[in-house]
């Protein structure tokens, strides 16, 4: 069983940046993919960037270019770097695990933490 705990969230001006943490306990991270999710008020949530055990990397249409997603297998750490972020930004950000191919499909993923949320002011 996976662990998972998000920080990093907080209030941040329009074309600001901030950087989330998703801190993980148990055995074996580094062979996980990690996603991180994001959830708006009334909203479905949403995939926003995912990396797998290789380092491969994904992201949504709409953060590609801003949000950078990276680990750090000996922190057992994911991060989400997020630039020149938009009030479209603004909701619950979330990480979650799955060793599943298909790494932007919400039903892969079996361990989730229980999120951070992130509000753009404009």
């Known amino acids: 069983q996976v662990q998972l705990v998000e920080s990093g969230g907080g209030l941040v001006q329009a074309g600001g940046s901030l950087r989330l943490s998703c801190a993980a306990s148990?055995?074996?991270?580094?062979?996980?993919?990690v996603g991180w999710f994001r959830q708006a008020p009334g909203q479905e949530r949403t995939f926003v960037a995912a990396?797998?055990?290789?380092?491969?990397?994904y992201y949504a249409d709409s953060v590609k270019g801003r949000f950078t997603i990276s680990r750090d297998n000996a922190k057992n750490t994911v991060y989400l770097q997020m630039n020149r972020v938009t009030a479209e930004d603004t909701a619950v950000y979330s990480c979650?695990?799955?060793?599943?191919?298909?790494?932007?499909?919400?039903?892969?993923?079996?361990?989730w933490g229980q999120g951070t949320q992130v509000t753009v002011s404009s």
């Open positions: 979650a695990v799955t060793k599943a191919p298909i790494v932007m499909l919400i039903p892969s993923y079996y361990y």
């Open positions: 148990g055995r074996a991270f580094s062979d996980y993919t």
């Open positions: 990396i797998t055990s290789s380092t491969a990397t």
